[in-house]
């Protein structure tokens, strides 16, 4: 995987020490561990591994009380996504934050049910062109065929099962290849869902109204920010629609670098869709909030060229994060702005055709509209491991008392160990604790508390 990757022979020393940080597994799918290595090695932030093993601890811990931080400390988890999702807990976090994961538990066998269903050919045919175009050079997607083209056919033709009268848009394969970058093709489809019907619903049906009035939405917000960009494009009758509808559709994944579009996504998927506007907001006044800049681009075409090709220092992840960060756009300005836009829309177009729901600004709006409950938000591992540090119940030490009275030979022959071949050894260098011989690992249904088994290698 390494190999495939490119990544230069000098990094492998800092794969080799850094695969040893926990990661979580998900069911036939090893490609978050895949990307976990490679999103840190082509970080332009370099993260000390003991404050980035800080950090997964405290994700470990809000992920196993997700309802309580979401009430009661909301404001932590969006400071812990404004820093960044570990890589190795990006997708089950990005499950929780969407909702995703309580769509999945309230829908049990529908994503199995539309995967086995033919689809229409309409969409398929469409979908199976768009393949190879999303993220040709990355190794999940760039053999045709492959395991991950396969996933990224189930999931869109899923969707447009899901969503007969959306169907499919073109926009929607780079989120969803994103996606299963990080996470099973069954999360990877809820997530979607998600995103297309609280993040950014209307965006993918046909007109495109919604992203219009965003662009509009865009616009007058620019004003405020950078009146000297905001003349230049209105001196020009350069429309939003003209250098937005990417950026917001694809949510920048085409746009930024991938380090960049990491940490975008964390904050997008806890604080909603005010966070596209403000890296908008922020290039525009980068690449035009100056009479210096606007020399080079003195008509339509310029600026248009200037806006495909934005400068690199500009989309470099840790000045974009604190741009973002620092500029104040909030979801009241969004609404505001939205129901002025949309007034002038009537006034000019008529009705909407295409009647979406309200959108949902960030994880906790989701939350607070449809309360989960703890058994759609309880953790489902596959693979589970038992502690030999975990204190033991009462049960577990009569089943000790009863092994102890067995001879040798047959406690030998009820422990199976692991093939060798699945053995991952995680266990750090100065790890004082002795390697084990055997590890016992069942299958469940459920997820145990920390204190009795360790779910996590």
Not at 129 to 134: F, I
Not at 143 to 163: E, N, S
Not at 369 to 379: F, G, H, K, M, V
Not at 413 to 435: A, F, G, M
Request: aromatic share 10%; proline share 6%.
């Amino acid at each position: 995987s390494l190999y495939f990757t490119g990544l230069p022979c000098h990094k492998y020393r800092e794969v080799t020490q850094y695969s040893k940080a926990i990661v979580y597994l998900y069911e036939n799918n090893l490609f978050a561990f895949i990307g976990y290595i490679v999103s840190y090695l082509h970080s332009a932030e370099e993260i000390p591994i003991e404050v980035l093993r800080q950090r997964e601890a405290k994700w470990l811990e809000m992920l196993n009380s997700w309802d309580k931080w979401m009430a009661k400390k909301h404001k932590k988890v969006k400071e812990r996504c404004q820093k960044g999702i570990p890589p190795s807990l990006r997708g089950r976090a990005w499950l929780y934050l969407t909702g995703g994961k309580v769509r999945r538990e309230q829908n049990q066998g529908k994503f199995q049910e539309l995967d086995s269903q033919p689809g229409d050919p309409k969409w398929i045919d469409i979908i199976e062109r768009d393949l190879h175009r999303q993220f040709p050079f990355h190794e999940m997607f760039a053999a045709r065929g492959g395991h991950g083209q396969q996933d990224l056919l189930r999931v869109l033709k899923a969707y447009t099962l899901h969503r007969p009268e959306e169907g499919y848009c073109q926009a929607q394969a780079p989120i969803a290849a994103v996606l299963l970058m990080h996470m099973p093709a069954e999360d990877a489809f809820w997530v979607l869902v998600q995103i297309c019907e609280k993040y950014l619903p209307g965006y993918y049906s046909t007109g495109l109204e919604a992203i219009q009035l965003d662009g509009e939405i865009l616009y007058a917000l620019l004003r405020r920010v950078s009146p000297v960009a905001h003349r230049h494009l209105k001196k020009h009758k350069l429309e939003p629609i003209l250098y937005m509808t990417e950026w917001y559709m694809c949510a920048f994944s085409r746009t930024l670098p991938w380090a960049s579009v990491l940490r975008v996504w964390d904050m997008f998927l806890c604080e909603g869709v005010k966070i596209l506007f403000r890296v908008g907001l922020v290039l525009l006044k980068c690449m035009l909030g100056s009479q210096e800049k606007l020399k080079a681009c003195q008509g339509l075409y310029e600026t248009m060229e200037l806006l495909r090709a934005i400068q690199p220092q500009y989309m470099q992840e840790v000045f974009l994060v604190h741009e973002i960060i620092e500029l104040v756009v909030s979801e009241k300005d969004i609404e505001k702005e939205h129901h002025a836009q949309l007034r002038r829309w009537k006034e000019t177009h008529g009705d909407l055709h295409c009647k979406s729901p309200p959108r949902m600004h960030g994880a906790k709006a989701i939350m607070t509209a449809e309360p989960p409950s703890r058994q759609d938000l309880r953790q489902r591992p596959t693979i589970i491991v038992e502690s030999p540090l975990a204190p033991k119940t009462v049960g577990e030490r009569e089943e000790d008392a009863k092994e102890s009275g067995k001879t040798e030979e047959e406690k030998q022959k009820k422990t199976i160990p692991l093939p060798q071949e699945t053995v991952i050894p995680y266990r750090l260098p100065t790890d004082p604790s002795p390697p084990l011989k055997h590890v016992t690992v069942q299958g469940s249904k459920e997820s145990l508390s920390s204190a009795e088994h360790d779910t996590y290698l």
